[in-house]
């Protein structure tokens, strides 16, 4: 799409919504002629959730997943198991273990995995508020890797086995039901929950 009718309402819209992730600008387009044919009432409603959440929704202060309330209702959940920690890439991949039904314990969100050639690496990851977190708590008694079955993934993994090696606490990964590239977040609740339940230890 040429910069120079960007200016239009109709290809502006198009070019906003193809920047978002797995969006391309045909996909776009029909999302950009859905919202036109829809009432003006829904097209204000869209974007006042929008800038509703973006404006009231923050990081956890202890899990670091998204939400409106700090801490997040996993957090704050009484009846969480408090030894378990499971350690994903993104808020999203919270979402996508909590469906899943076979986890009870806490959350540890990164923002993102190692990669080098991304510039991305240790300091640009909630990594030193892990470690932090596991220096407050002693009761916690196993490190759940869930990130996910990607190079940089599986790296991630074992520079977090290593880190946490010091402390004693068992550091394990989900099981292969996850295929090898698989994102948590395209994975089926039954998948997730098998390779929650057949998790395996991390060896560094």
């Known amino acids: 799409m040429q910069t120079a009718h960007k200016t239009d309402p109709v290809s502006k819209l198009i070019y906003e919504l193809s920047k978002l992730p797995g969006i391309g600008e045909k996909t776009a387009t029909r999302l950009a002629y859905f919202i036109l044919k829809q009432d003006e009432s829904y097209s204000r409603n869209l974007a006042e959730a929008l800038i509703n959440a973006k404006q009231k929704i923050i990081l956890c202060g202890q899990c670091f997943t998204f939400t409106d309330t700090d801490p997040c209702?996993?957090?704050e959940n009484p009846e969480r198991d408090r030894s378990s920690i499971c350690v994903v890439e993104r808020p999203s991949d919270v979402f996508s273990v909590e469906q899943s039904g076979a986890y009870k314990g806490t959350y540890h969100v990164l923002h993102g995995i190692l990669s080098p050639l991304d510039g991305i690496g240790p300091d640009e990851l909630k990594l030193r508020e892990l470690i932090s977190r596991l220096g407050q708590n002693s009761n916690v008694r196993e490190?759940?890797?869930?990130?996910?079955?990607?190079?940089?993934?599986e790296a991630t993994a074992l520079y977090i086995s290593r880190l946490i090696k010091p402390f004693g606490i068992k550091v394990t990964k989900l099981a292969h039901g996850i295929p090898v590239g698989g994102m948590l977040e395209y994975t089926d609740r039954q998948t997730i929950g098998k390779a929650m339940e057949n998790r395996m230890e991390l060896l560094s």
């Not at 490190?143 to 993934?153: C, D, L, R």
């Open 143 to 153: 490190i759940i890797v869930a990130t996910n079955p990607s190079v940089e993934g």
């Open 73 to 75: 209702r996993i957090c």
